[in-house]
């Protein structure tokens, strides 16, 4: 089975740097995946990592450590338009594609 | 390009009624997937399919049925609405290169739906 742990809310200061954190325990594990997910919209996809380390796509970065079942989502130079929850989800071993979802950290950008 | 378009957008039904939620997508994806999302509890994943004429049972499939006659649409069955499929349901649909590759899902904008 799958466990995916995400705290559920933090808030921080545009212009900041915060760390959304995930740690998870899976029968088997093909890849971790973070998405943003605006209120009362769809999720939308941010990054995956499959190997070991940091993977950095502009404003966001996403690390993993595959020994210790954690990853992380760091978002710099906060905009109040990054209020947003944010998903983390492990791609299920067995093929499929198919994604168990964490339940999501709230993050409140505030001036 | 459309992308995942899901209709209806929201629906208000009583309990017993049946209905149906359309997943249509334009981007030649094989697999798709249907969500429910409630709070504090997260995406739980209900039917999946990889490809036309397949379905296959997610996390929470009881009281759901699914079918994929075409490779663009994906419906979601609710025979007996209950109160507790009160919920935002979310279609998605992916590529599939290889058993295991990590490809992005794409999500529709959700279907709103409450039993009474």
């Known amino acids: 089975g799958q466990n995916i742990d995400q705290p559920t809310e933090m808030t921080a200061t545009e212009g900041a740097i915060v760390q959304i954190n995930c740690t998870y325990q899976?029968?088997?594990?093909?890849?971790l995946f973070w998405y943003q997910q605006h209120a009362g919209e769809a999720p939308t996809f941010l990054s995956y990592?499959?190997?070991?380390g940091l993977e950095e796509k502009g404003r966001f970065s996403s690390f993993l450590s595959r020994s210790k079942g954690y990853s992380y989502l760091l978002l710099k130079e906060l905009q109040m338009k990054d209020s947003a929850s944010y998903l983390c989800?492990?791609?299920?071993?067995?093929?499929?594609?198919?994604?168990?979802f964490g339940k999501g950290n709230q993050v409140v950008v505030i001036p | 390009n459309a992308g995942v378009t899901q209709t209806p957008k929201f629906r208000v039904l009583k309990t017993g009624q049946s209905m149906t939620l359309l997943c249509a997508q334009d981007?030649?994806?094989?697999?798709m997937y249907w969500y429910r999302q409630d709070p504090g509890m997260g995406l739980r994943l209900i039917h999946y399919?990889?490809?036309?004429?397949?379905?296959a049972k997610g996390e929470v499939p009881d009281g759901y049925n699914v079918s994929r006659l075409k490779k663009q649409n994906f419906l979601l069955g609710l025979e007996s609405a209950a109160p507790s499929q009160t919920s935002v349901y979310f279609c998605?649909?992916?590529?599939?290169?290889?058993?295991?590759?990590?490809?992005?899902?794409?999500f529709g904008d959700g279907t709103r739906l409450s039993i009474l």
């Open positions: 998605a649909s992916s590529y599939s290169i290889d058993p295991g590759d990590n490809q992005p899902q794409h």
């Open positions: 899976t029968s088997g594990f093909n890849g």
């Open positions: 990592n499959v190997l070991d």
């Open positions: 989800a492990a791609n299920c071993p067995g093929g499929n594609n198919r994604l168990a």
């Open positions: 981007m030649n994806h094989e697999y």
């Open positions: 399919s990889v490809g036309e004429g397949t379905t």
